[in-house]
């Protein structure tokens, strides 16, 4: 028996019944599926609608001409100043001269000419042993010992080196590896276990340093703010995240409750912060909710259904008039009709079958997707706290999780306090070395 004939002899009830389980488990794995492949899903992981080979799109019976290709590197425009990078002041100057000829072997006279190249390279040796003799002396009327004062480091290990052993783990974030290249470039009793105490000795050293930053960023006028998850020790946890152009705070190993961010913001003036859609938020009455997540949506929902499409080209346009107004002066007037223009939107989708969420999450916003057009400078989107967070994601990527409180200092301490210096544009290295020991 067929599966039709067996579908016929079900009863209209029971038919029902099926079509209402189908409906419900199909809405189970749409919800499962969202899970990995949603709008805010990394763009590497997303799945592409436009890789097709461009042949697949042309009919064989298509008498038309293959448009030439385009370089894939064009380069700089015609006209253009040109590029290349800009060397810095040579340390030293090498000559190189020939007194007989190799070709002859006779005697040359002085040069005709020169050509110069510069090049940037390490040292032949890169890491060096030095052995400091300090000598020490005996005061003829006090009779104490004195000694001549040397910036020197508690241990045996340099603050260069220190500082570079910062600079790798916070690339690469591997003991292990950053152990065995310093081995090869000439420290062979370089271990990983030397690689955690250093970190450990800047995570104390930078401390107050990160006390500055956060002091200092509740003082500015907005803040981002954002979360990520990182898992500690098999426990699901969550990464925090305050941010602004200049400066940036994480809060690590911690849950996704609000109390997490009311804690990083306890104590500060007035200020706007700019978030997504999280409801973490909602307490704070001064926010900006972030244009870009619901654009992302929309995009999303728009990409089956033509009515969706249709109100997400004119929120698109709306975003494009708000930007513009977000660089003038308020204009109360003109704030009123973008907002006539979002409700009227979310008038629409209230007719249109599958657009419920996205209604319901343009309701949620209410006015504050307009409150950046009432202060000067704030952004519309969280893009900020979205790329900060990004060195978060890869480490969590190449570790996997926190395992104890050396690993989230790390992140609150050290992170914090290179990604603040990264934002002032600072030089890492030589900010470091201040707090080497």
């Given at each position: 028996?067929?599966?039709?004939?067996?579908?016929?002899?079900?009863?209209?009830?029971?038919?029902?019944?099926?079509?209402?389980?189908?409906?419900?488990?199909?809405?189970?794995?749409?919800?499962?599926l969202k899970?990995?492949?949603n709008?805010?899903?990394?763009?590497?992981?997303?799945?592409?609608?436009?890789?097709?080979?461009?042949?697949d799109?042309?009919?064989?019976?298509d008498?038309?001409?293959?448009?030439?290709?385009?370089?894939?590197?064009?380069?700089?425009?015609?006209g253009?100043?040109?590029?290349g990078?800009?060397?810095?002041?040579?340390?030293?100057?090498?000559?190189?001269?020939?007194?007989?000829?190799?070709?002859?072997g006779?005697?040359?006279?002085?040069?005709?000419?020169?050509?110069?190249?510069?090049?940037?390279?390490?040292?032949?040796?890169?890491?060096?042993?030095?052995?400091?003799?300090?000598?020490?002396?005996?005061?003829?009327?006090?009779?104490?010992?004195?000694?001549?004062?040397?910036?020197?480091?508690?241990?045996?290990?340099?603050?260069?080196l220190?500082s570079?052993?910062i600079?790798?783990?916070?690339?690469?974030?591997?003991?292990?590896?950053?152990?065995k290249?310093?081995?090869?470039?000439?420290?062979?009793?370089?271990?990983?276990?030397?690689?955690?105490?250093i970190?450990?000795?800047?995570?104390?050293?930078?401390t107050?340093?990160?006390?500055?930053?956060?002091?200092?960023?509740k003082?500015?006028?907005?803040?981002?703010?954002d979360?990520?998850?990182?898992?500690?020790?098999?426990?699901?946890?969550y990464?925090?995240g305050?941010?602004?152009k200049?400066?940036?705070?994480?809060?690590a190993?911690?849950?996704?409750?609000?109390?997490?961010?009311?804690?990083?913001?306890?104590?500060?003036?007035?200020?706007?912060?700019?978030?997504?859609?999280?409801?973490?938020?909602?307490?704070?009455?001064?926010k900006?909710?972030?244009?870009?997540?619901l654009?992302?949506?929309?995009?999303?929902?728009a990409?089956?259904?033509?009515?969706?499409?249709?109100?997400?080209?004119?929120?698109?346009?709306?975003?494009?008039?708000l930007?513009?107004?977000?660089t003038?002066?308020?204009?109360?007037?003109?704030?009123?009709?973008?907002?006539?223009?979002?409700?009227?939107?979310?008038?629409?989708?209230?007719?249109?079958?599958?657009?419920t969420?996205l209604e319901?999450l343009?309701?949620?916003g209410?006015?504050?997707?307009?409150?950046?057009?009432?202060?000067?400078?704030i952004?519309?989107?969280?893009?900020?706290?979205?790329?900060e967070l990004?060195?978060?994601?890869?480490l969590?990527k190449?570790?996997?999780c926190?395992?104890?409180?050396?690993?989230k200092?790390?992140?609150?301490?050290?992170?914090?306090?290179l990604?603040?210096?990264?934002?002032?544009?600072?030089n890492?290295f030589?900010?470091?070395?201040?707090?080497?020991?």
């Amino acid at each position: 028996m067929s599966r039709k004939q067996e579908l016929r002899k079900l009863s209209k009830n029971e038919l029902i019944r099926r079509q209402i389980e189908l409906e419900e488990r199909l809405e189970k794995i749409e919800h499962y599926l969202k899970a990995f492949d949603n709008p805010h899903t990394p763009s590497s992981k997303q799945n592409k609608n436009n890789t097709k080979k461009k042949e697949d799109n042309i009919n064989e019976d298509d008498d038309c001409e293959e448009e030439p290709k385009k370089p894939r590197f064009p380069g700089k425009p015609k006209g253009s100043n040109g590029g290349g990078i800009k060397l810095p002041t040579p340390d030293d100057v090498v000559e190189h001269k020939l007194d007989v000829c190799p070709i002859s072997g006779k005697k040359l006279g002085d040069p005709i000419g020169y050509r110069i190249q510069t090049v940037i390279d390490f040292p032949d040796k890169p890491i060096k042993t030095i052995k400091h003799i300090i000598y020490r002396y005996k005061d003829t009327i006090s009779g104490k010992i004195i000694e001549p004062e040397v910036d020197l480091p508690k241990g045996i290990y340099g603050k260069n080196l220190q500082s570079i052993v910062i600079m790798l783990k916070d690339m690469i974030n591997s003991k292990v590896c950053i152990a065995k290249f310093l081995q090869e470039l000439g420290a062979p009793t370089f271990s990983h276990t030397t690689v955690q105490n250093i970190s450990t000795n800047f995570i104390l050293g930078l401390t107050p340093e990160r006390n500055q930053i956060l002091k200092e960023l509740k003082q500015e006028k907005y803040n981002h703010v954002d979360e990520t998850g990182m898992r500690i020790d098999g426990i699901n946890r969550y990464v925090w995240g305050l941010f602004s152009k200049m400066r940036a705070i994480f809060l690590a190993g911690v849950t996704r409750a609000s109390f997490n961010f009311r804690k990083l913001i306890r104590n500060a003036k007035e200020i706007v912060i700019v978030v997504d859609g999280y409801k973490g938020y909602d307490y704070y009455t001064l926010k900006q909710r972030c244009w870009v997540h619901l654009l992302r949506d929309f995009k999303n929902y728009a990409k089956d259904n033509k009515e969706i499409e249709a109100q997400y080209i004119r929120l698109k346009q709306l975003y494009e008039t708000l930007k513009i107004l977000n660089t003038k002066p308020p204009d109360e007037k003109e704030i009123e009709k973008a907002k006539w223009i979002l409700n009227d939107i979310v008038t629409c989708l209230h007719t249109i079958k599958g657009a419920t969420k996205l209604e319901t999450l343009i309701k949620n916003g209410g006015n504050d997707w307009f409150t950046a057009l009432y202060y000067e400078g704030i952004p519309l989107d969280n893009n900020l706290a979205e790329r900060e967070l990004r060195h978060v994601v890869l480490l969590r990527k190449a570790i996997g999780c926190i395992r104890n409180w050396k690993g989230k200092r790390w992140i609150e301490v050290v992170m914090s306090v290179l990604h603040t210096w990264r934002l002032q544009e600072k030089n890492i290295f030589e900010n470091l070395k201040i707090y080497a020991t």
